[in-house]
């Protein structure tokens, strides 16, 4: 992060942060920013809600009375108009923000700090490295899930029988390789979307989207064995991803490999699809 340089408004004013990549996604508005170490902003209000995830260094802020910091695992719940001011630690801070309509907010002024927001924030940070955009409607399903807090789902549990969560895994398995749409799965088995995505990764530990590209590139990986004469660009379509650079994404997260360099191991006899090591988006092997 050091090796972000600074920029500065016409009037000499330093900016407070840098947007390292920007995804819009539905009426989602998502960043993934760095403000610099040591930065102030004063009094200031937002048109728009939003929720802050902190996933690196320190970021202090003065609202309603109260001062409060911004740490790795916490998150801040932020309705339009909350007048508030900034303090920025000497590492500067990193996070994830996700910006909504002040109308469609669902939430108060509020922090929180639990594990299940540390691995939702990771989650989202790869879908929007991954995707850009591409897999919208799995960056949609995480960006419903965090906007509204678990204290509140507008009257829908999370809870509903788990021979349900084993069905819609075979769903995705299944029609990996078809569009699916998380609200469409959630309208198919009778629950609300946030209910389903959260009973998802409570079962799973990962989100119906992770689940559902880590089945896609099973599907690559046996193609690229088995099919020969299938160009890259076919191999992902029918595998079920938008195009090749999106396959390629993908691929390399989990495997370490581009497509190309898959194709010829296994052509050369040194590695079989079954060799083929699969790698979590945080780096760790699943397995071979």
């Known amino acids: 992060m050091s090796r972000i340089r600074r920029q500065f408004h016409p009037d000499g004013r330093p900016f407070a942060a840098h947007a ?10 998502v960043y993934e920013k760095f403000y610099f170490p040591d930065g102030t ?21 003065c609202a309603n009375g109260r001062t409060m910091r ?17 303090q920025v630690g000497p590492n500067g801070a990193h996070v994830l923000e996700i910006k909504l309509g002040a109308a469609n907010a669902q939430f108060d002024y509020r922090w929180r700090h639990t594990e299940g927001d540390a691995d939702l924030a990771r989650s989202l940070l790869r879908a929007i490295r ?23 789902e507008g009257g829908h549990t999370a809870d509903f029988a788990e021979s349900w969560i084993g069905q819609v895994a075979e769903l995705l398995r299944e029609e990996c390789t078809l569009p699916i749409r998380h609200q469409d799965v959630a309208r198919r088995f009778g629950v609300h979307p946030v209910s389903l995505a959260r009973a998802f990764r409570r079962t799973f ?6 689940y559902l590209r880590q089945r896609r590139v099973e599907v690559a990986v046996r193609a690229l064995a088995t ?11 029918e595998s079920g991803f938008s195009d090749q650079s999106h396959l390629t994404r993908a691929l390399k ?18 590695a079989t699809q079954n060799d083929v090591p699969v ?9 071979t």
């Open 20 to 29: 390292l990549r920007h995804v819009a996604v539905g009426g989602w508005q």
């Open 41 to 61: 902003m004063p009094w200031h209000t937002h048109d728009d809600a939003n929720v802050t995830f902190f996933l690196w260094g320190s970021l202090e802020e």
């Open 70 to 86: 911004g740490e790795p695992g916490r998150v801040l719940y932020k309705p339009a108009g909350v007048r508030h001011r900034n």
């Open 130 to 152: 991954l995707d850009a955009g591409s897999d919208s409607p799995w960056i949609d399903e995480l960006c419903t899930v965090a906007t509204i807090p678990r204290s509140g």
């Open 205 to 210: 530990r990962c989100s119906m989207g992770e």
């Open 227 to 237: 099919r020969d004469g299938d160009s890259l660009a076919d191999v992902a379509i």
């Open 253 to 270: 997260c989990r495997t370490g490999l581009t497509p190309g360099e898959l194709r010829v191991l296994m052509r050369s006899g040194r």
């Open 279 to 287: 790698v979590r988006g945080d780096g760790a092997f699943i397995g």
